[in-house]
């Protein structure tokens, strides 16, 4: 039997079955008195179900009464019959309405009532009263609005006047009939009237349209006197919804019925308030989305944007739940539509047919604006493009320019930023002041309050819409070049004022109109605005991490200096930009080298102390991390005279700390820890200095090297918790990389002792922050102490095969500063999992690679575990491991290193002992402990 969908309108007007009524000749699906949305071809789907309810339905016959002149497949029948179900709540609380018969079709089996005319069967259903008054529909899933609603129905019933105010597509009608049914108790069902001033015109017709919408027949010339006196005495709640447009005649109308009755309560939509006596505002927010990192599925489907997207993306054909893989996805698409409901609605209307990343795709390319929704939504609501063409139209010429100009800020920008682009030529400042106040009346431009601050900002869609307009003009070339301009002298006031960018998170805002400003300056010939912004502006992309950016722009900016002409003051610092960058993102390259080098030379000829000290601080660290421990010591002592002939405590200080750290690689334990404790007392008379030079913070390195020299000079405990509380302190400070760093080089001072109880937590956590900033180095040095730790947890295999890994990072990222002690914990696994060859193989290729780079630093563990490997092997030649042991034992005393002596001078009195040297076993021990009498004794105890 094939039926057509018109044969079905015709018969019963309604069915019910469950919480559901279904109205075919309104074409509308409500559930307990709300309805709930389904697509036209569910909705045809329902309906040849329901006729035949209780019997087989085949897909030939859906697909005929359905799609009559149209070819589909199959699988569209099973995409809209899933997303029927959807919508229905199948399986909630064991509820079923339709039911798959394998390979032939579909039934509706839930037991359904007809109503033909005014006859009902009598089961008793009561269908949900209907008042007589077209209300604006709920969506099924109304999100993020629960608490707004209740606010505001206790605020009507109080106050009597409540605007909702707000951007097009925001919900506020979808919010105004939420409060009509919340509030049908309170007024009856026949106590409340909407009427939608968007299809009214004239100014004229509104006291008519709400007169008609009240129930009084229209007759007389006065509809306003009429309306009042139709309403005085009466308890009704009217809405005037969409009164932008109308605002002189929707302000008179109701501040008369706010002031001449006192039953009569109303609710006002629109994008701009009335401002009327009465008049109670209430801004309606977009929808909260998810911030800029978002963990999980779970965390994102938390946020009612996130909420409302995967719901309407399912009703448009998406199969499936959220996965964590595109929660990122998901969450950036609901951020560019800016949280307003109607433009997540559109955009997973199209999730269906594009999917969720064909979706990203086309905002990307900004063609979110031509996107249609439901063909019964009211026309300004149809398309993004038409909402902002409404909006658009009611604007005055001046405001339309000025949006227009606004078009060009990306994010938030300032009233004086404002003024300087749009405010040129015949417009004033004042003019554009008042133009953006009704801007943001409007609800066009948006008011965000960062600190003390006042910024504003044009909605993602807002600024696409308002951008074409701007081309249209044809002044988009002349507000890009003022743009940068005025960027250009910000940032350059800022860089003269010393220690500016302390509160980094002050200028952090600009950050999306620096880059746009850049975008533009450097696709002109003349690029010098370019250079002086890109040099201006470096400090803000290195204090917010944005290194990759900041090589890009500092890398173009000195290209362009190349063609241009040296500027030695701006060249020394994108110099110094682009080296910091390039040393976290590309790793110790000659590049990185040549840049610190040319920069440091040219601050030397400004003589400038602080460049100076940024750049040798540079040098320094370029030199440790790729080995050369020698030449970092030459760096930091040049520092020291720069430092003294500046005559500044705080840069005598930054030199004593690096000093610190460089003279406990180059082996002086005794001076690393006075450089240490010199810096600190120092401090003690200028209060505590935080100090971050080239991405890291300095105080924090003299830390972890007074963690480490403290353990090399036998102070364990203190090491320990000096190791640990330099972790801690790391967690709080910004950028990741000062706590990768104190990972790195702390957790050593706690494997040393065999500590492996505070490590695991503090090494996952560098290695996934590590990873998240693009810190390659960093993340190979984590991944080297995490196998290091498994085989010291028993794990060997899995310790092994980590540290294989971390060694190939540490090599392309020239990280050489680690290699010798990652390639020690590689042998020591090996030798531990049998590879007895392999380990010999390691440790000898380790000893010729710290020798090679003078590396004196790693030595005595090297020989130490040289030594351990012989002695474990099977048939061990112990007069080759006691030589090397020896020789760890001398290596260790040259740098004062009474750790790693003692580490030393305890296997080799074992072997002694096995061959019969007690004596002289205990002896050497002797000697240790007198030359070292801080070194604990505790160490000694396997020899007895």
């Not at 000290?613 to 421990?629: E, P």
């Not at 930054?654 to 401090?683: N, S, Y």
């Not at 540490?810 to 990280?815: K, P, T």
């Amino acid at each position: 039997m094939v039926m057509s969908i018109d044969s079905a309108e015709s018969s019963d007007a309604e069915v019910f079955f469950g919480r559901f009524q279904l109205d075919k000749r309104r074409r509308q699906l409500l559930k307990d008195g709300v309805e709930v949305r389904i697509g036209s071809r569910g909705f045809d789907i329902l309906i040849a179900l329901t006729e035949r309810a209780g019997e087989l339905v085949s897909k030939r016959d859906l697909l005929f009464s359905v799609w009559r002149d149209v070819v589909v497949d199959e699988a569209v029948l099973r995409v809209h019959v899933a997303s029927l179900r959807r919508a229905l709540g199948e399986g909630q609380d064991g509820a079923r309405y339709i039911v798959t018969v394998s390979g032939r079709g579909y039934s509706f089996v839930a037991p359904i009532e007809r109503k033909r005319g005014n006859g009902l069967a009598s089961s008793g259903y009561v269908p949900p009263p209907r008042h007589g008054r077209q209300f604006p529909s709920i969506p099924r899933l109304f999100v993020g609005r629960d608490e707004v609603v209740d606010d505001l129905c206790t605020l009507i019933v109080k106050q009597r006047f409540v605007s909702v105010v707000g951007a097009g597509g925001i919900g506020k009608t979808t919010v105004a009939g939420a409060i009509i049914r919340r509030l049908q108790a309170e007024f009856g069902d026949e106590g409340a009237v909407f009427v939608d001033l968007g299809a009214v015109d004239e100014p004229g017709l509104v006291a008519g349209a709400v007169l008609s919408a009240v129930g009084c027949p229209l007759g007389g010339a006065e509809p306003l006197a009429e309306l009042l006196g139709f309403v005085a005495g009466k308890r009704i709640l009217i809405v005037l919804d969409s009164c932008e447009h109308l605002l002189d005649a929707a302000s008179h109308l109701a501040s008369q019925l706010f002031q001449c009755t006192s039953g009569v309560c109303l609710l006002v939509t629109s994008r701009e308030a009335l401002n009327v006596e009465g008049e109670i505002v209430h801004l309606l927010s977009p929808l909260a989305c998810p911030i800029d990192d978002v963990p999980s599925a779970a965390d994102a489907m938390a946020t009612p944007a996130v909420r409302l997207f995967m719901d309407r993306a399912s009703s448009a054909g998406f199969e499936g739940a959220l996965n964590d893989a595109d929660a990122p996805v998901v969450s950036e698409i609901c951020r560019r539509t800016d949280g307003i409901a109607l433009a997540i609605e559109l955009v997973a209307s199209r999730v269906g047919t594009y999917g969720l990343r064909g979706v990203a795709g086309l905002l990307a390319s900004h063609m979110e604006l031509s996107l249609t929704g439901q063909r019964n939504a009211v026309p300004r609501h149809r398309t993004l493009q038409a909402m902002l063409d409404w909006s658009f139209r009611l604007l005055a010429e001046s405001e339309q320019r000025v949006l227009s100009h606004l078009s060009i800020f990306v994010g938030l920008f300032t009233i004086e930023a404002a003024c300087s682009v749009a405010g040129s030529g015949e417009r004033k400042s004042a003019e554009v002041e008042i133009a953006i106040a009704r801007l943001v009346d409007k609800s066009l431009v948006w008011v965000h309050l960062v600190g003390d601050t006042v910024f504003y900002r044009l909605p993602d869609v807002t600024r696409t819409y308002a951008a074409a307009k701007l081309v249209e003009i044809g002044e988009a070339e002349l507000v890009s070049l003022r743009h940068a301009l005025y960027f250009g002298a910000f940032f350059k006031a800022i860089a003269l004022e010393q220690g500016a960018y302390a509160d980094i998170g002050r200028y952090s805002p600009h950050i999306g109109n620096v880059r746009k400003a850049l975008e533009w300056s450097f696709s002109k010939e003349d690029r010098s605005i370019g250079i002086e912004l890109a040099a201006d502006s470096a400090p803000l992309f290195l204090g917010l991490w944005l290194l990759v950016e900041c090589r890009r722009w500092s890398g173009l900016a000195l290209k362009a200096i190349a063609n241009f002409g040296r500027l030695s003051h701006r060249e020394a610092r994108l110099q110094e930009a682009y080296a910091v960058s390039s040393l976290h993102t590309l790793g110790n390259t000659t590049e990185v080298q040549a840049a610190i080098r040319r920069g440091l030379a040219l601050h030397e000829a400004s003589e400038e102390a602080l460049p100076q000290l940024r750049l040798l601080a540079g040098l320094n660290l370029f030199l440790t991390r790729l080995g050369d421990f020698e030449g970092a010591l030459a760096a930091a002592t040049r520092c020291r005279t720069v430092a003294e002939l500046s005559g500044s405590l705080s840069d005598r200080i930054i030199a004593e700390w690096m000093l610190a750290a460089a003279c406990h690689l180059a082996g002086d334990q005794v001076a690393a820890v006075a450089h240490c404790k010199c810096g600190f007392e120092l401090e003690t008379s200028i209060g505590r200095l935080d100090i971050n030079l080239f991405g890291y913070d300095h105080r924090l390195r003299a830390e972890i090297a007074l963690a480490r020299s403290l353990w090399l000079l036998g102070s364990r405990k203190q090491a320990r918790k000096q190791a640990l509380e330099a972790m801690n302190e790391a967690a709080r400070l910004a950028p990741a990389a000062n706590y990768c760093m104190a990972v790195v080089h702390s957790v050593p001072a706690l494997l040393w002792s065999g500590n492996t109880g505070d490590v695991a937590d503090h090494v996952d956590r560098a290695i996934s922050l590590a990873e998240k900033h693009s810190l390659r180095g960093h993340a190979a040095a984590a991944q080297a102490l995490r196998g290091e730790w498994l085989f010291m947890s028993g794990r060997p295999a899995d310790g092994v095969e980590a540290l294989r890994q971390a060694l190939r990072g540490l090599h392309r990222e020239q990280l050489h500063m680690v290699i010798p002690a990652a390639s020690r914990a590689l042998a020591d696994g090996l030798a531990r999992s049998g590879r007895y060859d392999e380990a010999r193989e390691t440790i000898q290729s380790a000893i010729l690679f710290a020798e090679r780079m003078r590396q004196t630093f790693w030595m005595p563990e090297l020989l130490r575990t040289q030594a351990q490997i012989i002695l474990t092997s099977p048939n061990p030649d112990r007069k080759a491991a006691e030589l090397a042991l020896r020789r760890s034992m001398d290596s260790a005393r040259s740098q004062r290193a009474s750790g790693w002596e003692l580490k030393a001078a305890v296997p080799l009195a074992r072997s002694m002992k096995n061959r019969g040297r007690g004596a002289d076993a205990h002896a050497l021990l002797q000697r240790v402990f007198e030359a070292r009498p801080e070194v604990s004794r505790s160490t000694a105890r396997p020899l007895h």
